[in-house]
């Protein structure tokens, strides 16, 4: 079965700095997604990673703070930057091939505290 | 807007007894439906969805669920629970025509007392 791997797995982080996030995966992917998870929370969409051109965020999310590149069909990038306490956080990628339909298949994740 | 509700924060079930947990959504149109398991420092993992076809879906782990459409509910049932069951659980929906943008539940804690 294909995998989804992100990197780093967690990091601690002083505010004020800047996080980059990686999702690669070992298969072409249709679609590409990113999702926050605050502490004893559910899911909220980021924003969809769109291969070669700029992703397309949801409300309440901006680039300027979650800027994302898609630079092809495998791999993504999330960067969280000017960090807050209030983005301590896990990050999961998501990610559809055409083969399985519009199942969306979740990375390991990726846990955040801001000091 | 595409909503999801999972109206109880944690089913405790006694391990061999029926699990149930509740979801309705609300979406317009014929959503996809689709439940999910966390668990502990993991990432979520896809049990099963409902797209067309029988309101019956089964899914991995001995996991169904049932579509009812008049109801817009989408409970996950599973005959017998093993204490391995015990994770939190999210009910998810996305439109039928659109770039597949899930919504998700709160979350469901399910604990499996041996």
């Known amino acids: 079965s294909a995998v989804i791997s992100q990197k780093p797995s967690r990091d601690i982080c002083q505010r004020g700095t800047s996080l980059t996030i990686q999702c690669q995966v070992d298969s072409q992917v249709t679609m590409m997604f990113w999702y926050r998870q605050q502490p004893g929370q559910s899911l909220t969409l980021i924003a969809t990673a769109n291969q070669g051109s700029e992703a397309t965020y949801e409300s309440g999310f901006v680039i300027d703070k979650f800027p994302i590149s898609r630079p092809n069909l495998t791999f993504s990038t999330l960067t969280v930057s000017n960090m807050s306490p209030e983005d301590s956080s896990i990050y999961l990628c998501?990610?559809?091939?055409?083969?399985?339909?519009?199942?969306?298949?979740f990375g390991p994740g990726t846990r955040l505290l801001v000091l | 807007a595409q909503s999801v509700a999972q109206p109880e924060d944690q089913v405790n079930v006694a391990e061999g007894n029926p699990l149930t947990v509740k979801c309705t959504y609300s979406?317009?149109?014929?959503?996809?439906l689709f439940w999910y398991v966390q668990y502990p420092n993991r990432g979520l993992q896809f049990l099963l969805k409902?797209?067309?076809?029988?309101?019956l879906v089964k899914g991995s782990y001995g996991f169904e669920a049932e579509f009812n459409k008049s109801q817009t509910s989408f409970h996950l049932k599973k005959p017998s629970a093993l204490v391995s069951d015990s994770a939190l659980y999210f009910c998810?929906?996305?439109?039928?025509?659109?770039?597949?943008?899930?919504?998700f539940g709160k979350g469901n804690q399910v604990v499996v007392i041996p």
């Open positions: 979406v317009s149109g014929n959503p996809y």
């Open positions: 998810a929906v996305s439109p039928r025509y659109g770039n597949n943008r899930l919504a």
């Open positions: 409902y797209i067309t076809g029988d309101n």
């Open positions: 998501s990610v559809t091939w055409t083969s399985r339909g519009e199942t969306q298949y």
